[in-house]
């Protein structure tokens, strides 16, 4: 696997490089042909946090993970652990999609068959034309991450959801 390392606000140094490779490599157990595959990671620094985000784009999927911890080692640590649980957690799915998959090792990969993911609750609801602010303060009232919304200027459906950074995000149809 090759590796892309770059720090925004941040240099870095050499055992910190060192560390992320290291770290990076136990991924190669789970891939084939892992000399193509470009593991790309982006350190930064918020506040006081150190922010590890690690994407591998592969052919049919992107691994990606992000942490944010006090320390670069625990936020490395844990963004890898976050990578191999998607592996894991995606054996059974992958192989079934994708009967030739070229891109895995999976007879390597643990699965957690309890923990598969499927759909546990469905439900459906009305979607009232209102504004953004209208949405936000009716996602609060419920406490819930995000809400569902007719824009009453637009006519569009939209979603408005609670950013980790701060402030609030909207996706919109087409």
């Not at 190669?28 to 690690?54: C, F, G, P, T, W």
């Not at 439900?123 to 995000?146: D, N, T, Y």
Request: hydrophobic share 30%; with cysteine.
């Amino acid at each position: 696997m090759r590796f892309n390392i770059r720090g925004d606000k941040l240099k870095i140094t050499d055992s910190m490089k060192e560390y992320l490779e290291e770290k990076l490599s136990k991924l190669n157990k789970y891939l084939k042909d892992n000399d193509s595959i470009q593991a790309n990671a982006l350190v930064r620094v918020r506040n006081k946090k150190q922010i590890v985000e690690i994407t591998i784009p592969l052919k049919t999927i992107i691994l990606r993970s992000e942490e944010e911890q006090d320390d670069f080692y625990k936020a490395v640590d844990k963004t890898i652990d976050k990578l191999e649980r998607q592996i894991r957690k995606n054996k059974t799915r992958l192989s079934k999609h994708n009967k030739s998959n070229k891109e895995f090792i999976i007879e390597d990969v643990e699965t957690d068959v309890e923990k598969e993911d499927k759909v546990v609750k469905r439900k459906k609801i009305g979607v009232k034309p209102m504004s953004e602010e209208e949405a936000i303060l009716q996602m609060e009232l419920l406490g819930h991450e995000f809400y569902m919304y007719l824009d009453s200027d637009t006519n569009k459906y939209c979603v408005i959801y609670r950013r980790q950074e701060g402030g609030y995000g909207v996706l919109e149809t087409n």
